[in-house]
């Protein structure tokens, strides 16, 4: 079955560390992996995808298939980051599956 | 207009009411979503149209009844709704649906709150 996990439900870090939000998932194609984001009172908008292989705002994530994972990186946090992050696979032609989502705060 | 929105922010109705979410967008998108999201879980796909035909059902109870009246417009449609289908409902939108060439971006909506007393 096609799923996303994202183990951490909560993830704190101060700012200027290194950040990592870990998502590993199980499919059986070639697979289309996303980051979404959700700021306090915003809607959900799309951070990044792998196809795309760039990065914004500072975040990068590289799909290894070996270890089926697609981490969200980046290397010195901002308290603007504190937000909810959602890792997402595309399933078939219109589906998207969402893990359990990462709660990231970042402290002063 | 790049954005998709939705009316009202905010709905209580009662099980044996009969109501409608409505979304829009401008952007020509071709595509459009409604997601489920109940408290502090991820966003559920319940419908997908696609060129204003309902092309994805997810299993969702006949007391969700989605509309798609033209490429700007959809909606939803509730009916004898139970407590547990209190939730914020999404609706997103895309250029096109993922085929052999490219992958089109989901646009959301802030959403709907609604709660069923």
Known sequence: AQRVTQPEKLLSVFKGAPVEL???????????????????????????RHISRES????????????????????????????????????????????????????? | DTEVTQTPKHLVMGMTNK???KCEQHMGHRAMYWYK??????????FVYSYEKLSINESVPSRFSPECPNSSLLNLHL???????SALYLCA???????????????FGPGTRLTVT
């Open chain 1, 22 to 48: 870990k998502c590993n998932y199980s499919y059986s194609g070639s697979p289309e992996l996303f980051w979404y984001v959700q700021y306090s009172r915003q809607r959900l908008q799309l951070l990044l």
């Open chain 1, 56 to 108: 914004i705002k500072g975040f990068t994530a590289d799909l290894n298939k070996g270890e089926t994972s697609f981490h969200l990186k980046k290397p010195f946090a901002q308290e603007e980051d504190s937000a909810m992050y959602y890792c997402a696979l595309r399933k078939g032609a219109q589906k998207l599956v969402f893990g359990q989502g990462t709660r990231l705060t970042i402290n002063p």
């Open chain 2, 19 to 21: 109501k409608s979410l």
């Open chain 2, 37 to 46: 999201q109940k408290a502090k879980k991820p966003p559920e796909l319940m």
């Open chain 2, 79 to 85: 009916h004898a709704l139970q407590p547990e289908d």
């Open chain 2, 93 to 107: 939108s895309s250029q096109g649906i993922r085929d052999r060439f490219r992958s089109y971006e989901q646009y």
